[in-house]
């Protein structure tokens, strides 16, 4: 049985971590870097190890660093989290050398699904759905325009490690191949030091959806069901919900029986997601698989009611799973956003600074998975997330509108962040009737919009304000924005 357990992370997925560790029982340690030294994770942690300066290479990144803190600490299991080293192969068989239980699958079956390629050799070999494209990198610009001319136009260039956008080009016709093609490789070879670029079928209208499953070491795979990511900017998620208003029953079980035997050809372990790109026509493809927990594993929790941090830790600890397919049930509807520090209005360009104001809604269906607190400072040196807001419903009606709900309530300054914006997306008709795509941004997000928005609840705001304090002195007329706005969305001022 696992007794301390080293996350190998920092901000809201440390937290999250521990938090059901310590339900478990269960003692935890932080690693920090310089810049996180008064991080939530750091006080909440039973022991916690500084392993470097601010940048990321030289503590979170750092193997040796990492696993000398668990060594000193005495903790017997390391949990990844998700970023950093959490899909690192050498990381986890470094760790398992060094005599420790590594939360999540084996160094084989990450490598075996961690290249998209060989992951893509796999699932055409398991007949899984592929979209149209190559199974091997493309090096030679001859035989990339051969491959070009064969499945055609438009075509969508991949890195063939890594992910997060990085490393991908849409190439619109032939006289782009070759200069897209270097880019990207460059690129890919910049970002996960390998150059390897793979070519496909470019889907102009896709779904995202993805499929959580759940493993042991004794052969049980589960699928719990899927997760409708489509709602993205660069390529990166900021809003998730579960489940997709677009499957049918029939889908459902067609893609999650997939998404298993993928799981078991690469005898994985632990919890992990099955990645599809779903076309126009309902056809589905698969697209990668992430061996780690997911920043939207949230909403699967929500409408399974499974720990799924807590299912990772029994596995590893050796326990076969407790539950089988029949006993899932979907129960209701859950929605994520993701808060971070960037500004929509500025092509979502990450913001630093200080958290002047920050205040978590609360009531019934909501939760918040964060790090950070009032008056912390965003560091300049990781991914701008703040955290995550996730509400949860009978239905996706009422999910939706306790989103609404919860992004008005939550009230930030200090940082322009991604709550306009996922306010935007959860009022937009496309998104109250389930009819977007991974183009919704292109397709119905301007700069503006928040803009006239942010204008006409400005102006209201001061108004109503003006009405309410006529009788008080300028001094205390004089208010921030801010709390003009609070006043003015959460009670009507009245003058006789």
Not at 126 to 153: N, Q, R, S, W
Not at 360 to 372: K, L, N, W
Not at 464 to 480: G, P
């Amino acid at each position: 049985m696992i007794q301390k357990i080293l996350i190998a992370n920092r901000g809201e997925i440390a937290l999250r971590v521990m938090r059901s560790a310590r339900e478990m029982g269960i003692k935890t340690v932080a690693v920090f870097s310089e810049a996180d030294r008064l991080a939530l994770h750091v006080r909440y942690a039973d022991e916690a190890v500084c392993i470097g300066p601010p940048p990321s290479s030289q503590s979170y990144l750092n193997i040796d660093k990492v696993i000398a803190a668990a060594k000193l600490t005495g903790a017997d299991a390391i949990h990844p989290g998700y970023g950093f080293l959490s899909e690192n192969p050498v990381f986890a068989r470094k760790v398992k050398e060094a005599g420790i239980t590594f939360i999540g699958p084996t160094a084989e079956s990450m490598e075996m699904m961690g290249d998209k390629i060989a992951a893509k050799k796999l699932a055409t070999k398991l007949k899984v759905p592929l979209v149209p494209g190559t199974d091997e990198a493309v090096k030679d610009i001859y035989i990339a325009k051969k491959i070009a001319t064969e499945i055609g136009f438009p075509l969508l260039i991949k890195a063939a490690a890594g992910g997060g956008g990085k490393g991908m080009r849409i190439v619109a016709n032939a006289g782009e191949l070759e200069e897209q093609l270097t880019r990207a490789s460059s690129e890919a070879l910049s970002a996960f030091g390998d150059g390897s670029v793979f070519i496909e079928k470019y889907i102009s209208s896709p779904r995202h959806i993805e499929i959580q499953i759940l493993a042991d070491n004794f052969g049980n795979v589960l699928y719990l069901f899927e997760r409708e990511c489509s709602i993205q900017r660069r390529h990166q998620k900021v809003v998730e919900e579960a489940p997709s208003s677009l499957l049918t029953p029939e889908l459902r079980v067609k893609m999650g029986e997939c998404a298993v035997v993928l799981a078991k050809a690469c005898n994985y372990s632990g919890a992990g997601t099955i990645e599809f790109l779903m076309d126009e026509n309902m056809n589905f493809y698969f697209l990668e698989m992430n061996t780690r927990l997911q920043v939207e594993h949230p909403v699967t929790e929500q409408i399974t009611g499974i720990d799924l941090v807590k299912e990772q830790i029994k596995v590893a600890s050796g326990e076969k799973l407790s539950i089988t397919q029949n006993d899932l049930i979907i129960k209701g509807h859950a929605i994520e956003i993701r808060i971070c520090a960037e500004d929509p209005e500025n092509n979502f360009l990450p913001d630093t600074g200080t958290l002047t104001t920050y205040k978590p809604p609360q009531g019934f269906g909501i939760r918040v998975d964060d790090g950070f607190e009032e008056g912390m400072e965003i560091p300049v040196y990781y991914d701008p997330l703040i955290g995550k807001l996730i509400t949860f419903g009978n239905d996706r009606e009422e999910a939706r509108v306790r989103m609404i709900r919860a992004i008005s309530d939550f009230q930030i300054t200090g940082v322009e962040t991604t709550l306009p914006f996922c306010k935007f997306v959860m009022e937009h008709e496309a998104f109250i009737s389930g009819n977007f795509d991974t183009n919704f941004v292109k397709n119905h997000f301007t700069p503006e919009s928040l803009s006239a928005c942010a204008n006409d609840e400005k102006i209201a705001a001061l108004l109503a304000a003006y009405l309410f304090n006529k009788k008080n002195s300028a001094s205390q007329l004089i208010k921030t924005e801010n709390e003009a706005i609070s006043k003015w969305k959460n009670r009507k001022s009245y003058e006789l």
